[in-house]
């Protein structure tokens, strides 16, 4: 069994890819520590795959402790790097601890690929590299605007240090851009677990409607769209995993033409803030208490992917719609609820 390394494995989207990952085959190891996660979330993952997933608690801007995971572990034969802080409007507050942190980690693991020879890495990034798009749907071809977060900024400094690192070795890479990442894996055994309240428009939705916030604003109303709100790319997590496995398979049997390869990852669909909360009250068939406030600071208008790329070239097929990605938030906050 091919061997990969997991980093944030105990993070929204490291746990839906570790899932997927050994239900397609893989053996997965787990780096994570569980400064913004819990280990408990694997515990969660072990109960849909019946095995136990190792997780090893090290910082990445650590590069000693890192390089001891690759000391025991000489059969890596992938790399997909999740471990980064991604709340937006904290990285307005803090720029310096997320370059420090969110480049520091990218460094020291691109230095372990390079010194351990790993051949196959997959990096975490977003759609938020585009900036404020001048049109839309965008490919990966489009040109990159200013980021409008130090968050954005450190996806946009990430790609660069990916795509300079493996011209100097052997390294074959492939780009991620994530558009919005949303739900809960079928089993409504994982899911996201935000920490403190949430900045994302779904989660703020589910505690919103579950009484865990009294109510929730819609942050503008007043932007050139079609009801006014702000138009973004929903994409079910699971989509978002399984692009990951085809990612290695594409990585592993050498299809790559350019190195790193770059990947959309979205529906391809845009939707309102208002169109979101509509789909959610429709399907959990609870009424939301929501209000309109001013727009957020560093918001992009509209944005949303061309992702026919990942559709040609790693067979990728996005299964889910709005309705269920609505379906599966609500019953995964109703489990939270229990806990
Ligand atoms: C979506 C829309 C808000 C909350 C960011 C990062 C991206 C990724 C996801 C990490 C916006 C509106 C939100 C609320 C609202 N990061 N909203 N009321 O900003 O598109 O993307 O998070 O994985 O890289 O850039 O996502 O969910 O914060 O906002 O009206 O209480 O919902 O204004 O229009 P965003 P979001």
């Avoid at 109510?215 to 399984?242: K, L």
């Avoid at 939707?271 to 208490?289: Q, R």
């Avoid at 790693?314 to 609820?337: H, R, V």
Wanted: aromatic share 8%; glycine share 8%.
């Amino acid at each position: 069994m091919k061997k990969i390394l997991v980093t944030g494995g105990c993070g929204y989207i490291g746990v839906h890819t570790i899932v997927d990952l050994v239900q397609n085959g893989y053996e997965v190891i787990s780096i994570d520590n569980n400064s913004r996660s819990s280990i408990t979330i694997l515990d969660n993952a072990e109960k849909i795959l019946g095995k136990k997933i190792k997780n090893y608690v090290v910082d990445l801007c650590n590069l000693k402790d890192t390089e001891t995971i690759f000391e025991e572990n000489k059969d890596i034969t992938g790399i997909i790097h999740f471990a980064a802080y991604k709340a937006v409007g904290e990285s307005v507050e803090k720029p310096l601890m997320y370059y420090e942190n969110n480049l520091g980690s990218l460094i020291n693991i691109l230095k372990c690929a390079a010194k351990y020879a790993i051949p196959n890495f997959v990096f975490s990034s977003s759609c938020t590299v585009y900036g404020n798009p001048d049109v839309i749907p965008v490919t990966e071809d489009t040109p990159q605007k200013p980021a409008e977060s130090p968050y954005g900024a450190t996806k946009q400094m990430g790609e660069v240090i990916v795509r300079d690192a493996v011209k100097s070795n052997h390294v074959q890479a492939i780009l991620l851009r994530y558009f919005n990442p949303v739900g809960a894996h079928p089993s409504i055994s994982i899911g996201e677990i935000p920490l403190g309240r949430p900045a994302n428009l779904v989660p703020a939705i589910t505690q919103t409607a579950i009484g865990k916030l009294p109510t929730m604003q819609i942050w503008g109303q007043d932007y050139p769209t079609r009801d006014g709100s702000c138009v973004r790319d929903y994409i079910h997590v699971c989509d978002i995993a399984h692009a990951h496995t085809l990612a290695l398979n594409f990585l592993i049997s050498n299809q790559n033409t350019v190195n790193p390869e770059i990947f959309n990852l979205g529906t391809g669909d845009g939707f309102t803030v208002l169109e979101v909360i509509n789909a959610f009250e429709k399907t959990s068939g609870v009424k939301l208490n929501y209000s309109v406030g001013p727009r957020r600071t560093g918001d992009v208008v509209a944005i949303y992917a061309n992702n026919s790329k990942a559709k040609n070239e790693l067979g990728w097929q996005p299964k889910y719609n709005l309705d269920e990605m609505m379906d599966s938030a609500w019953k995964w906050e109703l489990t939270l609820k229990k806990d």
